[in-house]
């Protein structure tokens, strides 16, 4: 099994910065794909960003120019760096991973997408 642990969210003021991590563990090959996602209180969970293992990112048009995203395939991290932020960033975000755990998952490119548990950012006015 894979474990995602997700850490850096808080409470902070329009404009301000918060900087979340995600360290993926346990049974795990190779990791392609990393992302991040939010849920706002009821909105649907939208896509905030991805980066491929070889650091190519894609980003949701609401946050381009304002966020980040990096990772450590050495430390299988995932990083996720909020500037300017505004009271519509305030969700759940949440750290995504699509993990190979073996070498027959790698010669099939079958992945299994694990998931953090959630950590709350929230944006003040």
């Known amino acids: 099994q894979v474990q995602l642990v997700e850490s850096g969210g808080g409470l902070v003021q329009a404009g301000g910065s918060l900087r979340l991590s995600c360290a993926a563990s346990?049974?795990?090959?190779?990791?392609?794909?990393m992302g991040w996602y939010r849920q706002a209180p009821r909105e649907q969970r939208e896509l905030v960003a991805t980066?491929?293992?070889?650091?190519?990112?894609t980003y949701a048009d609401s946050v381009k120019g304002r966020f980040t995203c990096s990772r450590d395939n050495a430390k299988n991290t995932v990083s996720l760096q909020m500037n300017s932020l505004k009271p519509e960033d305030t969700a759940v975000y949440y750290c995504?991973?699509?993990?190979?755990?073996?070498?027959?998952?790698?010669?099939?490119?079958?992945?299994?997408?694990?998931w953090g548990q959630g950590t709350q950012v929230t944006v003040s006015s």
């Open positions: 980066i491929t293992s070889g650091g190519t990112t």
């Open positions: 346990g049974s795990i090959f190779s990791i392609n794909t």
């Open positions: 995504s991973a699509d993990v190979i755990v073996s070498a027959a998952d790698l010669i099939a490119q079958r992945t299994y997408t694990y």
